[in-house]
């Protein structure tokens, strides 16, 4: 395994990162920009595509391809632009069988960009998977995830972030009270 894959893997599983996987703070976004903006770029530029030949690498991609740019461009589009090729991942993980040999604690992450694909068949799959996997709550989010797509056909919370005009419905869901922000 290379050192980089490695480091993408200790650093999101050590102890302290779970605590703060969906509570991230400036400060932390930051850390995960001055050190991994640079392996985002390769991943990004399909320089580290040798990472899909074993399970623990196509998880550390998904890391690096859907949950990096999360943290290191919030608010930004760029937080986005690798979404895709997560899910091509994922994809590729799955019909290797590699999410079989992964340990349960690290399933949710190789399935989330399933989650956060604005695509109705990646939402189905998505659940589909959490549910097997016995991952209740990440499936309860994929369940309310799966329901805006459908309702929706794509997040508007990212309207905004992406340049994209909401329509009077998707307008009048973000002032609610039951929006989901992101």
């Known amino acids: 395994m290379t050192d980089a894959l490695q480091d993408v893997l200790d650093f999101w599983y050590a102890d302290e990162m779970r605590s703060a ?10 850390q995960i920009r001055e050190r991994f903006e640079t392996t985002w770029q390769a991943a990004r530029d399909g320089e580290l595509d040798h990472w899909r030949e074993s399970a623990s690498g196509c998880l550390a991609l998904v890391i690096v391809l859907d949950q990096f740019p999360l943290n290191m461009y919030r608010g930004d ?12 991942v994922t994809l590729y993980a799955l019909e290797q069988g590699f999410d079989k040999q992964l340990p349960e604690d690290r399933l949710a992450f190789l399935y989330m960009p399933l989650m956060h694909s604005e695509n109705a068949e990646h939402q189905a ?14 499936a309860r989010f994929a369940r309310h995830h799966q329901q805006i797509i459908q309702r929706f ?6 309207n905004v972030i992406l340049g994209r005009q909401s329509s009077a419905e998707e307008q009048a ?8 922000l992101g």
């Open 173 to 180: 869901y973000l002032n609610s009270s039951e929006a989901f």
């Open 77 to 88: 589009a760029r937080s986005f632009a690798t979404e895709q090729q997560a899910v091509r």
């Open 153 to 158: 056909g794509r997040f508007p919370h990212r």
């Open 21 to 30: 996987w969906f509570k991230s703070t400036p400060s932390l976004d930051e």
């Open 125 to 138: 799959l998505s659940v589909r998977l959490f549910e097997a996997a016995r991952l209740q709550d990440n």
